[in-house]
């Protein structure tokens, strides 16, 4: 039992890195999709100013709330389901 504690101790961690790791390069990929439309709506304006920021925090606001954004949550729950569920079926049958 311990040993399966210890394993799903290190699966939490590595999954809570690779998380991280793509939690920030999607939100990058979409606030410089969010950065490219302000430029492209506002030719005149564009470039780094406060109304593009304040476009872009908005917008990243609501993108949170997608399922696109949540789904990236799947990478903590899947491999320890996964595991778990290998383990439970290996064990008691």
């Known amino acids: 039992m311990?040993?399966?504690?210890?394993?799903v101790g290190l699966v939490l961690v590595v999954?809570?890195?690779?998380?991280?790791l793509i939690y920030i390069y999607?939100?990058?990929l979409r606030r410089e999709s969010l950065e490219k439309e302000w430029d492209r709506r506002h030719p005149d304006r564009a470039g780094p100013t406060g109304e593009r920021d304040a476009f872009v925090q908005r917008s990243m606001r609501g993108y949170e709330k997608t399922l696109r954004a949540r789904l990236v949550g799947l990478?903590?729950?899947?491999?320890?389901?996964?595991?778990?569920?290998?383990v439970v079926f290996v064990n008691y049958n």
């Open 26 to 28: 999607v939100r990058s």
């Open 15 to 20: 999954e809570l890195i690779f998380y991280a």
């Open 75 to 86: 990478v903590l729950v899947l491999p320890l389901v996964v595991i778990v569920a290998i």
């Open 2 to 7: 311990i040993a399966f504690l210890r394993l």
